[in-house]
C-alpha cells in the first residue's frame, strides 16, 4: 500500500523559507514601522546605515556563524580548460615484417605489459615443413589499448596488430586565449582537477607553450605534464587546469562565504562586540575555499559567515534594535 504520509521538509529548505521570509520583513514595500524578527523587535526605516546589532536569540535564529581572518598559503591562478592526452614518445604501434597468419595471442585488450613480453605468434607464408614462425613481442611497456588481431587472421607487412601506451606520465592540453600568453611560462606549476575525481588534485608543471596561436579562436596551446601512476587520467578526460602565477605563503585570508558584493562593491560583516560593522575590502588571489584580503581587515578580525545576508538586509533598512532588547 503506498504511504500518503506528508514528505518531511529538509533543514536545508526550511532555512532558505526562513531567509526569504526575513528578507520580505525588511524589503516589502510599505513594510510595517516594526516587524517581529525571531525573538527581538526590529526597528525597520529609512535612518543611518550603521553597525548592527542582534540578541542573542537572534544570532540562534539565522545560525549565525563566525572565522577569524587569519594567513595561509594562497595563490594567484590562470584557470584554464584541457583534455588529457597521452605523450607521443610513450606509445608503440606492434606491427609485421612479413606475411603469414596469426596461430596464437597471449594478450588481451587492457592488460598491462612488460617491454619484451610475448603477445602473438605468427606462421610464416615461407615454404618450409614446417613453415617459419615469429613471435611478437611488446617494444616496451604499457597497457595494450588496442588489439587489432584474432587468431586465424592473415597478416601482411605493416599490419598493426596492437598498439601499447605507457600511461604513468600523461599532458594535459590547454588553450591560453591570447591576451593571457605572456602570464605562461615553461617550469610554472599547475594544478589539475578532472570531473572523474573531483576531489583530488593532479601536480605537474608547464613544458611547452605552442609557437603557433590559432587564427580562429585566438588560443595557443599549452602543454602540461603529470605524473599518473596509478593510470587514473585517461586520454581525452576534460580537465581544468590551475597554473599559478604567483605564490604566497602568507596571504591574509577569509573564507569565500563571508563576502558579499553588490553595486559594485565587495564587503563584510565584522564583530565589534555585540554589533557587526560593514567593511569594504580589496580581493587579491581566491581559490575554491578562502580568499587573500589585500586592504581591508587585519589579522584576528572575526568576519560573518553565514548569517551574513541577513545582516546585510538588516544594514539596508537601518535596522536597530529597540531599546531595552
Known sequence: MRNFSKPRMSSQLLRQLRGLLFLALFTAPGALPSAFAHGGEIEVGGGARGPVQLSAAQQKAIALQLAPASFRPL??????????????????????RISGQIKALYANLGETVRAGQRLA????RLVGDPPPSVTINAPMSGVIDARNAVVGQAVEPNTVLFHISDRSQVFVVASVYEEDIGKIKPGQETRVRVLSY????????????????????????????LANPQGLLKPNMFARASVILRANEAALTIPNGAIIEANGEKFVFVRN?????????????????????????????EVVTQGNRQIYTMWLTGGQPKAGE
Open 121 to 124: 605468434l605468427v606462421q610464416s
Open 273 to 301: 562586540g555585540g554589533k557587526y560593522n560593514r567593511v569594504e575590502v580589496s580581493i587579491g588571489a581566491k581559490d575554491d575555499e578562502y580568499s587573500e584580503i589585500t586592504d581591508g581587515l587585519v589579522p584576528g578580525d
Open 198 to 225: 573531483p576531489k583530488q588534485v593532479f601536480t605537474g608543471k608547464v613544458t611547452l607553450i605552442d609557437p603557433n596561436l590559432d587564427p580562429l579562436n585566438r588560443t595557443v596551446k599549452v602543454w602540461v605534464q
Open 75 to 96: 595563490s594567484t591562478e590562470l584557470n584554464l580548460n584541457g583534455e588529457v592526452q597521452l605523450q607521443p614518445n610513450r606509445q608503440a604501434d606492434v606491427s609485421l
